[in-house]
């Protein structure tokens, strides 16, 4: 009990390998047990620094795909908790599972990763949640254990399994990323290779965890509520300018608080050579209870689908009520 109460015993429990021990345990529990499956999961959880917060495990089903996460509450920060818009994009991506099965996919502001954890569910080859904050990526990673072993729990061969880093879990991967970084290194038009990779060693000796590399681009980029402040406008195009591959998407699920910044950050798009397609849906449908994010919004839940401008994604087929404008 002492690595979910103390942060000093829990980062012995971590250099010890406590991590990928529980990892293993979690994948040989038999699921019947539901009393044992929770213990080593909250077990987990501290070991990863997050249940000192007092995050609680919470069992998410979303189509055919079950999803475990750890939330906590708003005063531990807002990527600690579960938004309407995450639900919004998870149901979409569920109805259609084409749009990131079989693709290297990035999910940004992954906050409590229930978009990229259904994502990698689905059929994803590999998908990536970032986040730029040490407590939310810790609680990444203990969202990323317990959701890719739930399938395991007692299946043979798990053992195989279970020496998975601390940060990659099967077909998922936890990363840290700043997007004013990638901003900064983006606008001074230059190879920002030792530069970024300075930030990156400053980082990982304080945290403990791995940056995004500098190089990685993606053709499949979903994100969820990352529009909410003003730097966003700036900052967020960006990072999709410098993460996003030529002729690839990215899919945004986004409540609109805010219109005049949601406005500046469609601008800074355009200028930087992006192009958004905005589709309006029914809010109401995306009320959950229990959920944050569901007030009424000024303008309402959006998805945006961006691409480069020059070099548009190729068609698609999505067969979802929501987006019939991706037909």
Same mark, same amino acid.
Request: charged share 25%.
């Given at each position: 009990?002492?690595?979910?109460?103390? +942060?000093?015993?829990?980062?012995?429990?971590?250099?010890?390998?406590?991590?990928?021990?529980?990892?293993?345990?979690?994948?040989?529990?038999?699921?019947?047990? +539901?009393?044992?499956?929770?213990?080593?999961?909250?077990?987990?959880?501290?070991?990863?620094?997050?249940? *000192?917060?007092?995050?609680?495990?919470?069992?998410?089903?979303?189509?055919?795909?079950?999803?475990?996460?750890?939330?906590?509450?708003? *005063?531990?920060?807002?990527?600690?908790?579960?938004?309407?818009?995450?639900?919004?994009?998870? !149901?979409?991506?569920?109805?259609? =599972?084409?749009?990131?099965?079989?693709?290297?996919?990035?999910?940004?502001?992954?906050?409590?990763?229930?978009?990229?954890?259904?994502?990698?569910?689905?059929?994803?080859?590999?998908?990536?949640?970032?986040?730029? +904050?040490?407590?939310?990526?810790?609680?990444?990673?203990? #969202?990323?254990?317990?959701?890719?072993?739930?399938?395991?729990?007692?299946?043979?061969?798990?053992?195989?399994?279970?020496?998975?880093?601390?940060?990659?879990?099967?077909?998922?991967?936890?990363?840290?990323?700043?997007?004013?970084?990638?901003?900064?290194?983006?606008?001074?038009?230059? *190879?920002?290779?030792?530069?970024?990779?300075?930030?990156?060693?400053?980082?990982?000796?304080?945290?403990?965890?791995?940056?995004?590399?500098?190089?990685?681009?993606?053709?499949? $980029?979903?994100? #969820?509520?990352?529009?909410?402040?003003?730097?966003?406008?700036?900052?967020?195009?960006?990072? &999709?300018?410098?993460?996003?591959?030529?002729?690839?998407?990215?899919?945004?699920?986004? %409540? $609109?608080?805010?219109?005049?910044?949601?406005?500046?950050?469609?601008?800074?798009?355009?200028?930087?050579?992006? !192009? #958004?397609?905005?589709?309006?849906?029914?809010?109401?449908?995306?009320? &959950?209870?229990?959920?944050?994010?569901?007030?009424?919004?000024?303008?309402?839940?959006?998805?945006?689908?961006?691409?480069?401008?020059?070099? =548009?994604?190729? %068609?698609?087929?999505?067969?979802?009520?929501?987006?019939?404008?991706?037909?």
């Amino acid at each position: 009990s002492a690595v979910r109460t103390n +942060e000093s015993a829990a980062r012995e429990a971590r250099e010890a390998g406590a991590g990928s021990t529980l990892t293993k345990a979690l994948m040989l529990a038999e699921s019947e047990n +539901e009393e044992l499956v929770d213990a080593i999961a909250s077990a987990l959880a501290g070991v990863c620094g997050v249940e *000192s917060m007092g995050s609680q495990a919470r069992d998410i089903q979303i189509g055919r795909v079950q999803v475990r996460l750890f939330e906590s509450g708003l *005063s531990e920060g807002l990527g600690l908790r579960l938004w309407s818009a995450a639900f919004m994009m998870s !149901r979409a991506l569920a109805a259609n =599972p084409d749009f990131v099965a079989g693709q290297r996919v990035l999910e940004l502001g992954s906050g409590c990763g229930l978009v990229g954890l259904v994502a990698a569910k689905l059929g994803a080859s590999q998908v990536t949640l970032t986040d730029c +904050e040490e407590v939310v990526l810790r609680n990444l990673a203990a #969202s990323a254990a317990s959701t890719m072993t739930l399938d395991l729990q007692g299946a043979s061969g798990a053992e195989e399994s279970a020496g998975a880093a601390t940060w990659d879990y099967d077909n998922v991967s936890v990363r840290h990323l700043s997007w004013e970084e990638d901003s900064r290194n983006l606008e001074s038009n230059k *190879s920002s290779s030792n530069q970024q990779a300075m930030v990156s060693s400053d980082f990982n000796k304080k945290a403990s965890m791995p940056t995004l590399g500098v190089e990685d681009l993606y053709h499949v $980029i979903i994100a #969820s509520d990352v529009i909410y402040d003003e730097s966003h406008a700036t900052v967020l195009p960006r990072c &999709l300018a410098r993460r996003l591959a030529k002729g690839g998407r990215c899919l945004i699920a986004q %409540p $609109i608080r805010f219109p005049v910044i949601f406005e500046q950050f469609q601008d800074n798009m355009i200028d930087i050579g992006l !192009r #958004s397609r905005v589709h309006h849906v029914d809010d109401e449908r995306h009320y &959950l209870e229990g959920v944050c994010g569901t007030d009424k919004y000024p303008g309402g839940f959006v998805y945006l689908l961006v691409d480069w401008a020059d070099k =548009p994604a190729p %068609p698609i087929d999505w067969d979802g009520e929501d987006i019939p404008w991706l037909l």
